[in-house]
T-cell receptor, first 113, second 111 residues
Framework: GESVGLHLPTLSVQEGDNSIINCAYS??????FIWYKQESGKGPQFIIDIRSNMDKRQGQRVTVLLNKTVKHLSLQIAATQPGDSAVYFC????????????FGSGTRLSIRP | IAGITQAPTSQILAAGRRMTLRCTQD?????MYWYRQDLGLGLRLIHY???????GKGEVPDGYSVSRANTDDFPLTLASAVPSQTSVYFC??????????FGQGTRLTVV
């Protein structure tokens, strides 16, 4: 069936280094992808999105890469800071209906001082 | 701008009791959603509404009901709570195929 999964449930990164969080999706019909950040005790917060007609999109300190050939999505965080500690979710969207957003189980990013 | 407001923030509920979780948005988004988040299972869609007056079932709808009388409000009702409904509940809204905005969550414990 359709699924969105993450390769690593936890990731530990040295402060100042770059972080890379990976996500695999299985439905080639997905046409919109989103990364969310969830801090402890809070709701998920939008970070960056990408549509299937793109392979790269950059934001402030974050870059999302989309490889449709292998159905892989990654989130790169440059110069990781303590405030980046959170759980990161990817989500794939199958059309515009509210019922067609599928979330992965999340990757916890921890920052070593 | 408040965005998405959920109430209550937390609740301890006796099994068998009825409970309504409230959700209000001020962004005039057409679509609204209810998710539950359990450890290790990520976000699972309970019910959704693509526009006022319509609702649909998500991945885990059993034991829950929703209504969408207007654009802003999307309450979630547990008719007779059971311990397996202990979870953190998130309401969200979005416009078209765009990112969803989430509330701060309601932590519900059914005892």
């Amino acid at each position: 069936g359709e699924s969105v999964g993450l390769h690593l449930p936890t990731l530990s990164v040295q402060e100042g280094d770059n972080s890379i969080i990976n996500c695999a999706y299985s439905n080639s019909a997905s046409d919109y992808f989103i990364w969310y950040k969830q801090e402890s005790g809070k709701g998920p917060q939008f970070i960056i999105d990408i549509r299937s007609n793109m392979d790269k999109r950059q934001g402030q300190r974050v870059t999302v890469l989309l490889n449709k050939t292998v159905k892989h999505l990654s989130l790169q965080i440059a110069a990781t800071q303590p405030g980046d500690s959170a759980v990161y979710f990817c989500a794939e969207c199958l059309g515009s209906s509210a019922s067609k957003i599928i979330f992965g189980s999340g990757t916890r990013l921890s920052i070593r001082p | 701008i408040a965005g998405i407001t959920q109430a209550p923030t937390s609740q301890i509920l006796a099994a068998g009791r009825r409970m309504t979780l409230r959700c209000t948005q001020d962004m005039r988004h057409n679509a609204m959603y209810w998710y539950r988040q359990d450890l290790g299972l990520g976000l699972r869609l309970i019910h959704y509404s693509n526009t006022a007056g319509t609702t649909g079932k998500g991945e885990v709808p059993d034991g829950y009901s929703v209504s969408r009388a207007n654009t802003d409000d999307f309450p979630l009702t547990l008719a007779s709570a059971v311990p397996s409904q202990t979870s953190v509940y998130f309401c969200a809204s979005s416009e078209g195929q765009r990112e969803a905005f989430f509330g701060q969550g309601t932590r519900l414990t059914v005892v």
